[in-house]
């Protein structure tokens, strides 16, 4: 059975190696610096990475995925708060540019940043309950659609697909082309 629940400051470490993972890097040199200011960040109340806009997927006790989640009236601030501090580790990874990226989120939306299913969960049901406690989320505070960006080429759009997400347009994160993809809900 899968649990979903609120993650908390003992989570950090596996939030931080969940958003490393969804981030797809490749550069293991750099695997040690990014864990250690992800927890950082993960680790602060106001931060758009924070454990508190985090959730936790539990099969049988154990840590089987995470979601980073938020209202996209809030993703601005809390973005702003937390880039400065990953600045350097960004521009290693995706080149600078980052000043002149979209926003990923607005105001009336859900956005589903971050989503990561540990390798032995995969295939289990546990990303497409992630998902649903976000669109569950959306509904209890009345927003209407819930949105995430992935990668062109990520398997996962077919996951996304299937949940009644669609896509809307193409945005610039990173200085990468990424599809931004919604799914209306009933509130």
């Known amino acids: 059975m899968i649990r979903i629940r609120k993650a908390t400051v003992e989570d950090v470490a596996y939030i931080a190696e969940g958003i490393y993972y969804a981030f797809l890097l490749e550069d293991e040199g750099l695997y040690n610096q990014w864990i ?4 950082e960040v993960c680790g ?3 931060t758009h990475y924070s454990y508190r806009n985090t ?4 099969v049988d006790g154990e840590r089987a995925g995470m979601m980073i989640a938020v209202n996209g009236e809030h993703y601005r601030v809390q973005r ?3 880039y400065p501090q990953l600045k350097g580790l960004f521009d290693v990874a995706f080149g600078k540019g980052w000043d002149d990226m979209e926003d990923e989120a ?4 859900f956005y589903i940043d971050s989503l990561s299913v540990s390798l032995p969960y995969r295939n ?3 990303g497409t309950a992630l998902i649903e406690k976000a669109k569950a989320m959306a509904r209890e505070q009345g927003i209407g659609v819930v949105t995430l960006a992935v990668e062109p080429m990520n398997t996962a759009k077919k996951l ?3 949940l009644g997400f669609a896509y809307q347009r193409m945005i610039k994160i990173f200085n990468e082309e990424y599809e931004l993809h919604a799914a209306e809900i009933v509130v």
Do not use: F, P
């Not at 250690?36 to 927890?39: A, D, G, H, S, V």
């Open 55 to 58: 959730w936790i997927a539990e």
């Open 106 to 109: 607005k105001a009336g939306e």
């Open 124 to 126: 289990q049901g546990v």
């Open 80 to 82: 702003d708060r937390m």
């Open 160 to 162: 996304y697909q299937k």
């Open 36 to 39: 250690r200011t992800l927890k």
């Open 44 to 46: 602060q109340e106001d």
